[in-house]
């Protein structure tokens, strides 16, 4: 959208830049200048300037550079005409003529009929307000059909007398917020009751409804309308931003919502727009949304939007499906949630998430439709990502929603599991591919390659389409069994492991001479660090003691060999932990338990995400030995005591990472003899 020269200079004139970024930045004046800390990265001395005579922002630390409007894209996260339409509101400049009157006119005028009694503040029509709604009507997206006893919906709305006025946004979002306020009054009110209680049981706390201005539309004729008019809005203003419908037949009007929770839909700037109503009782459609209208395009926009914004810095962005879902979240501490209006993400909503976090998190509803929603916002995704946009998918346990999830003990605590676990749009790709068919035929798996190739070939972005294909490739050999490619990292790193044990790491900072360690002075800042010492403890968890508890899960017969070895491990984290102790409590009560109710009752005890990472067929090391389906038992118990055998080594060499990263902070005597008396461990090509 273009805006005349002549506007956007007064706009400027009006709107100093310094007001504008003194809303987020604290500046102090020094000289002609205004000086703050940068918002754009972290410092500790200012180096931030802002320039109202040359009308411009600059940091000469990260080099951010910018006007007025610039800042409000970056820092609120505007589009341009948002921007626009902000500056103008908070200095008072009238905006240009809006494209969107000229095109809502016809629609939403009537023509010049003599308005019956009751137009200008009047009451009602006859028969209007608290008549009974006939039944069949509500939720319906159509004209109403005749009620019980042949009756139509009364005609709810007084016809305009004069030609058709002009239909102005403000006068749009005027009656939209009159109706929120009805709305949430008549959820206060004795035909709220159901409602309320509804929302009770769905846990939903007043502070809650509060913030999301939550009502309630009754189920019966012309209250809405009554209430409007009585305020001085217009029935063609209420037609035009979808509070009422026209019957294309009878061309008689009547509300749209009736005997529905009310979820006000608002924009970036957090004035409302629209609504999505939900049904009481059986009527459908359960949800409804507001139509199409110059504010309200549901393609366009994301549910609790304005409020994700606010958070987006200290929260993570969580797509979820439905308008609960993102309100439990919301109530449980995950701000940064929304959701798109009752339809599959699209490339608009996919634009506004990237503006949000680069990594946006989508959590659709652990079923079939979920999934299916899941695959299709990820290949939708793929022509637009790049570097700095991609998606991450939370894995929900099966049949579960977030808000049902929230509802549960521990519910917390596993969302911000599942979270954690969050996996990597190209992983997503894969799995469900892998998941299409069998892939039991070379024709399948020719069929796999091909899918994944071309969801490659759809990346627009050069560079992340290499990668991609690079990533796809190195997956489809470790599921078959290729021998991975040289520099392949993890897979290279596990196929080694699988053809006969990882030697382990070497003691970082010392040398093996004549069979003894001795410190290598100079290397012993450079090499012996905390965090390589973490990074090297984290590589020995994943090639370690993951696939253990993975042959565990998916072959339990061998439970009676390995349940006390394996109970004498100490874990490298409390997840492993719990997860050993819980499998190991299972299997030693019911030896005989196979693999999907093993599953099932672990999942039970919510251990879902680390779970669904070990269980074949999609393990993350299911490309291992140990886990080969053409193992018999014997063999494979001879590959886990090799395996036991790696990690009791691992002990000894985690007790004395400990003590070197305890000598790097004090190089005490009494540490250094306590390093001294542990084994020697084998050295690694790298070491």
Known sequence: MSFPPEFMAELRRRNPISQVVARRVKLVKKGREFQGLCPFHT??????????????????????????????????????????EFLAQASGVAMPRDEYAARSRPRSTVNGAAAPSGVNGAAAPSGVNGAAAPSGINGSDAAAPPGTNGENPPDATPRDQ??????????????????????????????????????????????????????????????????????GHRPDVMLACGLLVESAESKKRYEKFRGRIMFPIFDRQGRVIGFGGRAMGDAKPKYLNSPDTPLFHKGKILYAHHLARAAAKSSPIVVAEGYLDVISLHQNGFAGAVAPLGTALTEEQLTLLWRLNPEPLLCFDGDDAGHRAAHRAAVRALPSIGPGKSLRFLDLPKGRDPDEILQTPGG?????????????????????????????????????????????????????????????????????????????????????????????????????????????????????????????????????????????LNYPELGQTLIEPVANIRFSNADLTNLAQDL?????????????????????????????????????????????????????????????????????????????????DSPDPEIWRHLMLLAPMPVTDDG
């Open 584 to 664: 190991l409590h299972i299997l030693a009560l019911e030896p005989d338990i196979d693999r999907h109710e093993l599953t099932a009752r672990l999942e039970d005890q919510m251990r879902f995400p680390l779970i669904h990472e070990l269980l074949l067929p999609f393990s993350r090391f299911n490309h291992l030995e140990i886990l080969n389906p053409a193992l018999d038992i014997a063999e494979r118990e001879i590959i886990c005591m090799r395996l036991l055998a790696q990690i009791d080594h691992e002990g000894m060499a985690r007790e004395r990472d400990s003590y070197v990263a305890a000598f790097i």
């Open 162 to 231: 004069a030609g058709p006025p002009e239909i102005s946004l403000e006068k749009m979002r005027a009656a939209l917020n009159a109706a929120m306020k009805w709305y949430e009054s008549e959820l206060k009110g004795q035909d709220g009751a159901a409602a309320r209680e509804y929302l009770r049981q769905r846990g939903v706390t007043d502070a809650t409804i509060a913030q999301f201005s939550l009502g309630f539309a009754p189920d019966r004729w012309g209250g809405l309308v009554a209430a409007l008019t009585a305020q």
């Open 43 to 84: 410092e500790k001395s200012p180096s931030f300037t802002v320039n109202d005579d040359k009308e411009f922002y600059h940091c000469f630390g990260c080099g951010a550079h910018g006007d007025a409007i610039s800042f409000l894209t970056e820092i609120e996260r505007m589009s341009f005409p948002e921007a626009v």
């Open 412 to 552: 917390v605590a596993l969302i911000k599991q599942i979270i954690a676990a969050a996996m990597p749009l190209a992983d997503k790709l894969f799995h469900a591919e892998c998941e299409a068919e069998p892939l039991l035929t070379p024709e399948n798996k020719a069929g796999l390659r091909q899918r994944l190739r071309d969801h490659a070939r759809a990346i627009g972005d050069a560079d992340t389409r290499h990668y991609y294909e690079q990533h796809f490739m190195e997956k489809i050999s470790a599921l078959f069994g290729a021998k991975p490619r040289e520099g392949a990292g993890f897979s290279q790193a596990a196929s080694s492991f699988a053809r006969g044990g990882l030697r382990l790491i070497s003691r970082a900072g010392f040398e093996l001479v004549n069979g003894m360690w001795v410190p290598v002075n100079s290397r012993l800042v450079a090499l012996t660090t905390k965090p390589k010492i973490a990074q090297k403890t984290a590589l020995r968890i994943e090639l370690l003691e993951k696939p253990l508890l993975a042959c565990l």
